[in-house]
């Protein structure tokens, strides 16, 4: 089994940088946001078995890359949500 670790990343992010917008937190946005930023970014595949090994991507480069695609996914979901606001 693989697994994106940068997936792990960007949803720890996200849960990270979110409660800092005033923004719909609902469920699809948060998918949309995790969707932009997972394009935005090189995926970084480990086995599964390996998975422990994801803290040796903490305080990477990586990691501020991540950090830059979610604020941007984020700031660009509050402003377009994909879906009706009400
Ligand atoms: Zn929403």
Redesign the pocket.
């Known amino acids: 089994m693989l697994h994106n670790v940068v997936e792990d990343l960007v949803e720890e992010w996200i849960e990270k940088v979110l409660p800092q917008y005033t923004c ?1 937190k ?1 469920a ?2 948060r998918l949309d946001m995790m969707a932009m930023s997972l394009n935005k970014l090189k995926p970084h595949y480990v086995v599964a078995r390996d998975l422990f090994s994801k803290t040796r991507y903490l305080n990477t480069s990586l990691q501020n890359d991540i950090m830059m695609a979610v604020v941007t996914s984020v700031e660009f979901i509050k402003d377009h ?1 994909r ?1 009706d606001t009400e």
Do not use: A, T
């Open positions: 719909c609902c699809k946005c949500p879906h």
